[in-house]
């Protein structure tokens, strides 16, 4: 079965207004995603895991090497490409209802049946009742739920998440976790997820790339053998694979951080 | 090279239009005049020494008004900036101050100074010392108590904590501060200049209406114009620049 | 949201505290003799002046002239800054042509128009409104341009993310992100604006507060001056505080982007 997504020998170089230097972000990064995969991407900080996402978005250009999805090579943003941000990044001047429509808005559905589909993933987020409070009225875990909600509402193929939870406080993000999970095997979609926590890599992914310390390409590439139903923090807690898992994934990027640190030294 | 000629190609070109327009539509040349006639006109003044006795008045009004107006009204903004309760009773009123133009006190200081010098550099000083007052105050009331609670820690005193932390801290909004000073301020020193006629580029133009000179009024007008831009350019916006982006308040 | 926590009543209260010592101070040095009778008024005086010009209409309409030149100033002036402004914003190539231009005129911009727009207009209110709307324009220009440079681009990244035209996240995200900018302007217009009011009817005008306190100054009126400066001085700080306070609220505020 082909791939989902096909990324072939991508290397990617920016100018850091900030540092004023050149960043070397990516080399020779080559990767394979199938369809409805949740693959979850980790690495030593400064890797370029965020660079690869935007990458896939079509939200930057690759110096050199492509980015296939469905066959098609990747020119510029889309709607079948989803991205949830870091910060979220949802629309301060509208309501949670508008901000989740929005993608469905851009796409000309019609009211009626816009409607329906914010009121399903109001309900799924858990977001019912806040319908018409505006983001500043809401906690970070709320608005991230509503940068997901709109994320999914506009139904893309591939979502691309980029650490979307990590400005959250521990309790929340292990609940938004695992509805993560939940809504990964209610949905068949592709989802890219990047994350500094390899906790969070292994309960959510069916496979985990590695990649190294700058610039970045595929270090390993892990499977997760552990079955869905399974994949919630009280249970894995007592899982010894998941403690395999994550105690191999720590190594290899302790690996690359130790070599960073040679590099830099 | 590339980057200076990129530079002036905008008022290169605004120049060339200008001379287009005068010449096709036949403006009369004390309604517009041509680049030229301005050039000339330029020329004739230097030559005669007004247009430089002129500016050197100016020049030194702005400087001497700037330089006290904005020291005085940095180290007063400290002191009224310290105590909380100070503050708040103070900031109203200078606000108030601050929003009532300079240019409003000129018949009072008519009054007390005459039609003179004095006169010019006092509305200017005021409209210089009220914007850098206010900002100064904001500004060290805004620094986070964190800083200042870390300073404490470290054993710091009152001078560390006013070098070390305040000022630093209140640089963006004090810099701000002397940008509305400065801008508001010219423009009241070429508005007082006007009215008061005691010399000065503001006096030149307006002098020049009364003969319908109006080449030299535009050879004026482009003088005070390049005078504050170079001064904004060189001087204010680097200031600026140093301290509030770095702040990350504005993304280019 | 709409209550006043008690921190903020005792400052306001601090803040009345103020004017009531100014004027204090003023009464002080009037009554004590420090000063010449005819260099400084006593409050007494200047209200009664003022109460008086309300009786006779006189400050009245000197009032309502001055304001009115303002309004229609802003309005030809706003809605040319903000449409240069937008067109700027959205469009680099333009942008880097017009903008060094602009940065240039508004170091000349206001009064010191007065004596070409005087050759151009005579002493006319079409002088006056020039001058004024001189001013207004290049701050709303810049305040609307500012706005549209700070909305957070990764607003723009996500919405284009759900697939969004570069037309539709104009809309959708500039124009909205960047209210807080050309608000600002406006309110920074209207003060600027009010500023080179009182500048040109000091010396063009034969109407207006401007010229009032003008031609009290020739009969060494101070008593009128500081009535004119006092109307001035509170219409000045209405319209740099208040004015636009209860619009951002509406808006800006409510979707705490002041935060």
């Known amino acids: ?265 | 090279m590339i980057g200076f000629a990129r530079a002036v190609a905008p008022f290169a070109a605004f120049v060339t239009l200008w001379a287009i327009v005068v010449a096709v539509f036949h403006v009369p040349q004390d309604v517009m005049p041509s680049p030229n006639a301005v050039a000339v006109a330029f020329g004739d003044a230097i030559r005669k020494g007004v247009l430089t006795v002129y500016t050197g008045e100016t020049i030194r009004r702005i400087l001497l008004a700037a330089s006290s107006g904005a020291l005085i009204g940095v180290a007063a903004g400290f002191f009224v900036a310290l105590n909380d309760v100070v503050a708040d009773i103070a900031l109203p009123v200078i606000r108030f101050f601050q929003s009532l133009s300079g240019i409003a006190w000129l018949p009072l200081f008519i009054v007390w100074f005459g039609f003179s010098d004095k006169t010019i550099v006092v509305a200017v000083w005021y409209t210089l010392f009220f914007p850098v007052l206010f900002n100064t105050v904001v500004g060290v009331k805004t620094v986070p108590r964190v800083y200042r609670n870390a300073i404490l820690t470290l054993g710091g005193d009152w001078r560390r904590m006013v070098f070390d932390v305040l000022l630093p801290g209140a640089i963006p909004y004090i810099v701000g501060g002397i940008r509305i000073g400065a801008a508001f301020g010219w423009r009241v020193l070429i508005a007082a200049e006007i009215v008061i006629g005691a010399g000065g580029l503001g006096y030149f133009i307006f002098k020049a209406e009364a003969f319908h000179l109006t080449a030299r009024i535009v050879a004026g007008m482009l003088t005070i114009g390049t005078l504050w831009y170079l001064t904004d350019f060189f001087v204010l916006r680097p200031l600026e620049e140093a301290t509030i982006e770095r702040w990350g308040l504005v993304h280019r | 949201m709409g209550t006043r926590p008690p921190l903020a009543r005792a400052k306001q209260l601090r803040g009345v505290l103020g004017f009531v010592l100014l004027f204090a101070i003023w009464q002080g040095i009037t009554s004590s003799g420090l000063v010449k009778p005819i260099a400084l008024a006593t409050p007494e005086a200047v209200f009664s002046v003022i109460v008086a010009g309300i009786a006779d209409h006189s400050l009245l309409i000197n009032t309502g002239v001055s304001l009115e030149r303002l309004i229609l100033s802003v309005i030809v002036a706003g809605l040319l800054g903000i449409a240069l402004g937008v067109a700027v914003g959205l469009s680099r190539r333009f942008g880097s042509f017009v903008e060094p231009l602009a940065a240039f005129f508004n170091a000349i911009s206001g009064i010191v128009w007065l004596p070409l727009a005087i050759t151009w207009f005579g002493l006319t209110w079409k002088m006056l409104l020039f001058v004024i709307a001189n001013s207004v324009f290049f701050i709303i220009f810049f305040n609307t341009l500012l706005g549209i440079r700070t909305v957070p681009r990764v607003y723009e990244q996500a919405v284009f993310t759900l697939g969004a035209s570069r037309w539709r996240s104009i809309l959708d995200v500039i124009v909205p992100g960047a209210l807080p900018g050309i608000i600002s302007g406006l309110r920074l217009g209207l003060g600027f604006g009010w500023r080179a009011l009182i500048a040109a009817e000091l010396v063009g005008a034969t109407q207006g507060l401007g010229f009032m306190i003008y031609s009290a100054a020739q009969y060494l009126r101070t008593d009128v001056i500081l009535a004119g400066i006092i109307v001035i001085g509170v219409i000045a700080f209405t319209l740099d505080a208040l004015l636009l306070g209860p619009l951002e609220r509406a808006t800006v505020e409510r979707w705490g982007v002041y935060q």
């Not at chain 1, 989902?4 to 050149?22: A, D, G, L």
């Not at chain 1, 991230?144 to 521990?170: G, I, S």
């Not at chain 1, 949905?187 to 990047?194: A, P, Y």
Request: proline share 4%.
């Open chain 1, 1 to 265: 079965m082909p791939s989902k997504i096909t990324v072939e020998n991508v290397s990617h170089e920016y100018f850091n207004p900030n540092t004023w230097q050149r960043v070397h972000a990516l080399d020779g990064l080559s990767l394979e995603v199938a369809d409805g995969e949740f693959l979850c991407i980790v690495g030593p900080s400064g890797c370029g895991k965020s660079t690869f996402l935007y990458l896939v978005a079509g939200l930057a250009h690759a110096s050199s090497g492509r980015i296939l999805v469905d066959g098609k090579q990747v020119e510029r943003p889309g709607r079948d490409r989803g991205m949830v941000f870091q910060d979220f990044a949802i629309l301060p001047w509208r309501t949670v209802e508008r901000n989740i429509g929005h993608g469905l808005e851009i796409a000309g559905v019609a009211r009626k049946e816009r409607d329906t589909i914010v009121r399903r993933y109001i309900e799924l987020m858990g977001l019912s009742g806040f319908e018409n409070k505006y983001p500043y009225e809401l906690s970070g875990g709320m608005r991230q739920r509503v940068a997901v909600a709109r994320t999914l509402a506009a139904d893309p193929q591939v979502v691309l998440m980029d650490e979307p939870f990590a400005a959250l406080d521990a309790q929340t993000r292990n609940v938004m976790q695992e509805e993560l999970v939940r809504i990964g095997m209610h949905e068949r979609k592709t989802i890219l997820f990047v994350t500094h926590s390899v906790d969070e890599a292994v309960i959510l992914g069916d496979r985990v790339v590695v990649l190294t310390h700058r610039p970045g390409r595929v270090k390993a590439s892990i499977p997760i053998e552990i079955p869905r139903e399974q994949r919630r923090w009280d249970v894995l807690g007592a899982e010894e694979q998941f403690g395999r898992y994550r105690q191999d994934i720590l190594r290899l990027i302790r690996e690359e951080f130790d070599a960073q640190e040679r590099v830099t030294a």
